[in-house]
């Protein structure tokens, strides 16, 4: 016991009692905290407010998934949401439509003799979803290395997916005299180069004809150009077969004559069928072993070449001849199906039409590149003669007999919206009298948008006081749609991703992978091996960390997000615009993640200390970015200086030889048909199971350390990046899965063999607060995709995401969903 006089107690005691006081405010400005800013609430699942994306990845071809990636980040996040809300609300989402009933019996062609068999096939069931949180215990005297803070600004697949340079179509009226334009729906043209206004009496597919030839015309000058005759080649087949499809019909099959290569079929009178008239299998029915990149042999539909002729037909019965031993089945539901030509003027038409489209693009010689040269201006100032979408349709002198071919000519505009009319006036926005329309003032007219994409998003955040706080960005892009999309954007096209910050240019990043080939999970199906736009089938995706801290303040700060896609045409990288998805009525998205770290100066001068980074958000504090080589995109095959990304843009760097190597074979222009790049009849398939040589390999040091036995006196701490970046385990990972299951992390079960599939695509567990550890150094997550007990996988790769979602703000989870768009219906417009 203490004896001193009392006014030393009391004095002690008040020290004490400011010590806790001190301490109690430590605590307090260290509490971890989250915010989530996102777009609106309606696009959350579940009725949630906001929802943030934990990991994204996409699921292989017909195959599981087993991997651990680092959350640590994502700590403070977990706490508070867990504050919030007495619970963890976690997502799984995976972009698939399988089910239960999609299996179908198709043929398969032997490419060698042409005889069929029938192939039951399957697109697969589905996933059986698992998921663990990992969490690995603090020591008492360890510096905490965790964040005290983040900060969503993209919460990806929920939120955070954006449509890419979009051309679009509004119909609408001519009101007022003429003098305004009344859209059916209501739009939003924030973003629009332009909107030129047509007339279209008869709705929008006068117009969506126009874009489609005069796509195709710009694809024959690209190609005649390039000297590329079996491009030229394909591009006519290709055309062919999209113009005359609408004009097809099926036939019934009643029986077939194997010994002769006959078949009888009836037909309706949608039909006007005459002798010599061309056959052709439904592509979708039959399969058959096609070579793609040269050495690999594929399982795809067959091409749409005639098969046979129709050699009588009336009363509705027709005779057909075949011209290989392929013959519909009767007892096999008459499979292959039958079409043919609704008439025998379809082809005729079809075939003028292709001529005159290729010799429209073939004429048209002012390229982008020689403006560049001619003009010596910058890449925004160069006319869009060759870019813009050209309009084409049929003149009205064109002859009737086809005999002199089609003469093709743009349709013309009446005028285009004023773009700089942002806000109504009354009913209708106002614009200058146009006099030859005021007889005509109800007239149908149809609004083209072309959205030039530079600007992705904007968003506006708060950070605290950061003092000496170190500020850590982690971003993650997936590019997704390429069948028919502008430069097969967003899967295979060459992006660069600008970032900005408070006025200035952070960072140019890319997130294309040049790797796929190297996946340890190489015995899948499909086209595995293709490098994509930020992702490989059967990988996750957790993407760049970057140390944002010289470009962030306390208090408010903007970020933007703005686009720069490779042009095959220019040469160049340029803002997007997607003329061939408005032509082909296709789409190019990115799916964005975007979280930033708050770590105070603590934390970080001990992560300085440490031997090694554990985590590429170390890595990041530690060097600046977990992947250095993501902010140099590649310059090839053009100059640095040709590269106009951002007015206050950094220089690129060269590209690296397996890029310039390699490169992605080019697809076919149309996907109408069904593909099978899974049966099991293709004679070879890569295997690249055994090839890991670009990942690199941890010294004898880290192998020593985290193989250490569970009772080892050195605490285990997990190395996250030793198996980056495709972070797989059970594939000869050793010591590495041993430190998974040490007893001396705690595992928390978020979902166990949740079925997946069509009518189940996102899939909810919540976890009571009180489960979560008391405290931890790292926490991973496990994500395991397994086949569901008694189906089979889904045979495609999909898109896929794990996340928590908000139900409300506290005052440690503060939620800012965007406020919707104010679209309006009615523009002014501007005269022609």
Known sequence: MWHGNPTSWALLLAYAALDCIAFSRSLQAEKPTGAVYGEEASLYPDSSQQSVELVRFVTAYRMGLDVLVDLTPYSPLLRAAASADGQLTLYGMIDTWVNNESATTIMYMSNETGQCSPLNHSDGHGWALSADLIFW?????????????????????????????????????????????????????????????????????????AAFLGYMA???????????????????????????????????VTHEEQKNNTVWATYDSSISPTEDLPVFFMPSDVITDQIIDGDVWYNMSVPFKKVGRVVEAQNGVMKLKLDHPCLPQVNNSAKPQLIIPKDASIFPQARALVASTVQTGRDWSLSAKRARL????????????????????????????LASGITLAAPAAMGSIDLGDKAASGPHHRMAALPQLKSNASSKVCVVERKRQGSVFQREFDLPDLGESHVVMQF????????????????????????????????????????????????????????????????????????????????????????????????????????????????????????????????VKAIRLQD??????????????????????????????????????????????????????????????HNNPFEPHSPQRRNFMQSTAKAKGPSAAQRKASEAPAGDEKRIRMDFEKRAPWYVLGRGTGGFKHAVDSEETSKLKAFKKRLVQGESRVVLETINAKRLPS??????????????????????DRQASLGLLFNKDSADLQLHPAVANQDARSWKMNLA
């Open 137 to 209: 215990p603090r020591e008492e005297k360890e510096v905490d290395t965790r964040p005290t803070k983040s900060i969503t600004l993209a919460s990806g697949i929920f939120g955070g997916v954006y449509s890419i340079g979009e051309v679009s179509i509004h119909e609408g009226t001519l009101v007022e005299g003429g003098s305004a334009v009344q859209l059916n729906e209501a739009a939003d043209f924030k973003h629009a180069v332009d909107a030129a206004v047509y007339p279209c009496p008869d709705g929008t597919g006068q117009l969506e004809s």
């Open 218 to 252: 710009r694809q024959a000058n690209f190609m005649a150009k390039k000297k590329d005759k079996a491009g030229m080649k394909q591009l006519r087949s290709d055309m062919l077969e999209e113009l005359v499809w609408d004009h097809m019909a099926l036939v019934s």
């Open 374 to 401: 001619e003009m010596n201006v910058s890449l925004n100032e160069i006319p869009e003669t060759l870019s813009m979408p050209l309009l084409l349709e049929p003149s009205s002198s064109s002859s009737v007999s």
């Open 476 to 603: 993650a892009v997936t590019g997704h749609g390429w069948a028919s999309t502008e430069e097969q954007c967003g899967e295979y096209c060459h992006a660069v991703y600008q970032v900005g910050l408070n006025g200035k240019s952070t960072a140019n990043i890319t997130e294309f992978r040049d790797d796929c080939e190297d996946n340890p999970i190489s015995d899948q199906y499909g086209t595995w091996w293709e490098d994509r736009n930020g992702w490989c089938p059967g990988t996750v995706e957790p993407g760049v960390f970057l140390d944002i801290t010289n470009s962030v303040k306390s208090g408010l700060n903007v970020m933007t997000f703005d686009l720069a896609v490779w042009s095959s045409m220019t040469e160049a990288y340029e803002q997007y615009t997607d003329y061939a998805g408005f032509a082909m009525h296709d789409a190019a998205s990115l799916t964005i993640g975007l979280t930033v770290f708050v770590y105070s100066d603590e934390a």
């Open 612 to 673: 090694q980074a554990y985590s590429a958000a170390e890595m990041a504090l530690r060097d600046g970015s977990s992947r250095p080589e993501a902010l140099h995109p590649p310059s090839h095959p053009v100059q640095p200086k040709d590269i106009v990304l951002m007015e206050n843009h950094r220089d690129v760097g060269e590209v690296h030889a397996a890029s310039q190597a390699r490169g992605h074979r080019s697809k076919g222009w149309f996907e109408r048909h």
């Open 775 to 796: 405290d931890w150094s790292q926490v991973g997550l496990r994500l395991r995709l397994t086949r569901p007990d008694g189906m089979d996988y889904d045979h495609w």
